[in-house]
């Protein structure tokens, strides 16, 4: 079954300003993945906070996770063209071994 | 060189037909999965290998069935194509099943259109 749920649905910003997208889920996690797909593409995985983090880095990436809320979000600084794609979060579980995805956030980025 | 590759990126075919989706991966990872995205982009798992081993069968209908001939290779049979199997199916592989801090690795994917 779904576990993750991006927030919004669909985006769009213009080039320099920040994106940010949510991602909410409904049971306790090891770790929350975020993955990036570009349009006709694979997915490629960004950054994974694990359950004991709150926040964390990666360029001009910064993921925060609130595990008393089962939230976690995804800012995207400075955002560029090239970071037009769709994000998706994903939980692995406690116990399991599937990492369940949410339906994604379509980020546009206007020149 | 890619790292999971799939084959063919792109299958059109009639309904009732059989097809197969091949997948290999060169890092060396013991797990690997196919995954389904349906036109609403979203995206469930199917099946899970582990060292040629089945881990993990979701709800999937009997007509899909996974094969795995040794750990870098996960091939997907569809038997019987029906209009609702049009999708984008996705290999992927990670070093372990479920670990800590796991990242899984995708394909390109195959789009499989059944007309």
């Known amino acids: 079954s779904q576990q993750g749920e991006e927030d919004p649905q669909a985006l769009s910003i213009q080039e320099g300003e920040n994106a940010t997208m949510n991602c909410s889920y409904k049971t306790s996690i090891n770790n929350l993945q975020w993955y990036r797909q570009n349009s006709g593409r694979g997915l490629v995985h960004l950054i994974l906070i694990r359950s004991n983090e709150r926040e964390k880095h990666s360029g001009r990436l910064r993921v925060t996770l609130d595990t008393s809320k089962k939230s976690s979000s995804l800012l995207i600084t400075a955002s560029r063209a090239a970071d037009t794609a769709s994000y998706f979060c994903?939980?692995?579980?406690?116990?399991?071994?599937?990492?369940?995805f949410g339906k994604g956030t379509k980020l546009t980025v206007n020149p | 060189d890619t790292a999971v590759s799939q084959t063919p990126k792109y299958l059109v075919t009639q309904m009732g037909n059989d097809k197969s989706i091949k997948c290999e991966q060169n890092?060396?990872?013991?797990?690997m999965y196919w995954y389904k995205q349906d036109s609403k982009k979203f995206l469930k798992i199917m099946f899970s290998?582990?060292?040629?081993?089945?881990?993990i069968n979701e709800t999937v209908p009997n007509r899909f069935s996974p094969k795995s001939p040794d750990k870098a290779h996960l091939n997907l049979h569809i038997n019987s194509l029906e209009l609702g199997d049009s999708a984008v199916y996705f290999c992927a592989s990670s070093q372990d099943p479920g670990t800590y801090g796991n990242t899984i690795y995708f394909g390109e994917g195959s789009w499989l259109t059944v007309v």
């Open positions: 290998y582990n060292n040629k081993e089945l881990i």
């Open positions: 994903a939980t692995l579980s406690g116990g399991s071994e599937k990492l369940v």
């Open positions: 890092l060396g990872h013991d797990t």
